[in-house]
Protein backbone atom coordinates (compact mmCIF):
# COMPACT_ATOMS: atom_id res chain seq x y z
CA UNK A 1 0.00 0.00 0.00
CA UNK A 2 1.51 3.47 -1.38
CA UNK A 3 2.42 5.39 1.66
CA UNK A 4 3.78 9.35 1.44
CA UNK A 5 6.48 11.09 4.26
CA UNK A 6 6.62 14.69 3.82
CA UNK A 7 9.38 16.58 5.54
CA UNK A 8 11.40 20.22 5.31
CA UNK A 9 9.08 22.16 6.81
CA UNK A 10 9.34 25.02 8.82
CA UNK A 11 10.00 28.63 9.56
CA UNK A 12 11.61 30.80 7.43
CA UNK A 13 11.57 34.67 6.29
CA UNK A 14 10.39 36.64 3.47
CA UNK A 15 12.68 35.88 0.27
CA UNK A 16 14.13 32.45 1.90
CA UNK A 17 14.12 29.49 0.42
CA UNK A 18 12.71 25.95 1.99
CA UNK A 19 13.00 22.56 0.55
CA UNK A 20 10.28 20.12 0.91
CA UNK A 21 10.55 16.07 0.62
CA UNK A 22 8.13 13.66 -0.05
CA UNK A 23 8.93 10.36 0.43
CA UNK A 24 6.58 7.24 -1.01
CA UNK A 25 6.85 4.10 0.29
CA UNK A 26 4.91 0.31 -0.56
CA UNK A 27 4.89 1.25 -4.31
CA UNK A 28 7.10 2.12 -6.95
CA UNK A 29 6.17 5.44 -8.48
CA UNK A 30 5.92 4.31 -12.27
CA UNK A 31 3.14 5.49 -13.14
CA UNK A 32 1.69 8.33 -10.96
CA UNK A 33 1.47 12.13 -10.85
CA UNK A 34 2.91 13.53 -7.30
CA UNK A 35 1.56 16.68 -6.22
CA UNK A 36 1.90 19.55 -3.57
CA UNK A 37 -1.14 21.18 -2.27
CA UNK A 38 -1.37 23.67 0.15
CA UNK A 39 -4.10 24.48 3.09
CA UNK A 40 -3.76 28.00 4.76
CA UNK A 41 -6.29 28.58 7.91
CA UNK A 42 -10.13 29.28 6.42
CA UNK A 43 -8.91 28.41 3.37
CA UNK A 44 -9.41 25.48 0.57
CA UNK A 45 -6.60 23.00 -0.15
CA UNK A 46 -5.20 24.45 -3.28
CA UNK A 47 -3.12 22.97 -6.23
CA UNK A 48 0.56 23.75 -5.93
CA UNK A 49 2.60 21.60 -8.10
CA UNK A 50 2.37 18.27 -10.03
CA UNK A 51 4.71 15.78 -11.37
CA UNK A 52 4.34 13.03 -13.50
CA UNK A 53 7.04 10.31 -12.47
CA UNK A 54 6.43 8.70 -16.22
CA UNK A 55 8.04 11.00 -18.16
CA UNK A 56 8.86 14.23 -15.45
CA UNK A 57 5.87 16.88 -16.83
CA UNK A 58 5.16 19.10 -14.89
CA UNK A 59 2.66 21.74 -13.85
CA UNK A 60 2.56 25.02 -11.53
CA UNK A 61 -0.15 27.06 -10.00
CA UNK A 62 0.46 30.65 -10.85
CA UNK A 63 1.14 32.03 -8.01
CA UNK A 64 4.45 30.29 -7.33
CA UNK A 65 5.57 29.87 -11.28
CA UNK A 66 9.46 31.43 -11.51
CA UNK A 67 9.76 30.84 -7.55
CA UNK A 68 9.27 26.83 -7.11
CA UNK A 69 10.79 23.64 -8.49
CA UNK A 70 9.32 20.56 -8.51
CA UNK A 71 11.62 17.49 -9.33
CA UNK A 72 12.06 13.57 -8.73
CA UNK A 73 14.38 10.65 -7.94
CA UNK A 74 13.41 7.79 -9.09
CA UNK A 75 16.01 5.80 -7.62
CA UNK A 76 15.11 7.34 -4.12
CA UNK A 77 11.25 7.38 -4.72
CA UNK A 78 10.86 10.89 -3.94
CA UNK A 79 9.56 13.92 -4.96
CA UNK A 80 10.86 17.22 -3.68
CA UNK A 81 9.91 20.88 -4.12
CA UNK A 82 12.24 23.42 -4.03
CA UNK A 83 10.39 27.04 -3.16
CA UNK A 84 12.21 30.18 -3.17
CA UNK A 85 11.61 33.60 -2.69
CA UNK A 86 9.22 32.70 -0.15
CA UNK A 87 6.22 35.20 0.87
CA UNK A 88 4.15 35.39 3.47
CA UNK A 89 1.43 34.30 1.76
CA UNK A 90 3.22 30.93 0.85
CA UNK A 91 2.20 29.99 5.02
CA UNK A 92 0.45 26.93 4.65
CA UNK A 93 -0.03 22.93 5.77
CA UNK A 94 1.82 21.56 2.47
CA UNK A 95 0.85 18.01 1.35
CA UNK A 96 2.19 15.61 -0.98
CA UNK A 97 -0.31 13.31 -2.97
CA UNK A 98 -0.36 10.69 -5.54
CA UNK A 99 -2.62 10.04 -8.15
CA UNK A 100 -2.73 6.96 -10.29
CA UNK A 101 -1.71 8.24 -14.19
CA UNK A 102 -3.62 4.77 -15.05
CA UNK A 103 -7.23 6.19 -14.07
CA UNK A 104 -6.25 10.12 -14.37
CA UNK A 105 -5.52 12.58 -17.03
CA UNK A 106 -2.60 14.96 -17.24
CA UNK A 107 -2.57 17.10 -15.10
CA UNK A 108 -4.78 15.42 -12.53
CA UNK A 109 -7.34 17.00 -10.50
CA UNK A 110 -7.18 17.14 -6.95
CA UNK A 111 -10.42 14.47 -6.89
CA UNK A 112 -7.75 12.44 -8.24
CA UNK A 113 -5.28 12.24 -5.45
CA UNK A 114 -6.05 9.10 -3.57
CA UNK A 115 -3.10 8.77 -1.36
CA UNK A 116 -2.14 11.95 0.61
CA UNK A 117 0.27 12.52 3.08
CA UNK A 118 0.14 14.34 6.67
CA UNK A 119 1.26 17.38 5.42
CA UNK A 120 4.61 19.63 6.98
CA UNK A 121 3.83 23.09 8.37
CA UNK A 122 5.39 26.34 6.27
CA UNK A 123 5.57 29.63 7.77
CA UNK A 124 7.10 32.84 6.15
CA UNK A 125 7.39 35.53 8.62
CA UNK A 126 10.06 37.89 10.06
Known amino acids: QLQLVESGGGLVQPGGSLRLSCVAS????????IGWFRQAPGKEREGVSC????????DYAQSVKGRFIISRDKDKNTVTLQMNSLKAEDTAIYYC???????????????????WGQGTQVTVSS
Open 97 to 115: AAADLMRADWPPGIADYGT
Open 26 to 33: GVILDYYA
Open 51 to 58: IATTDGST
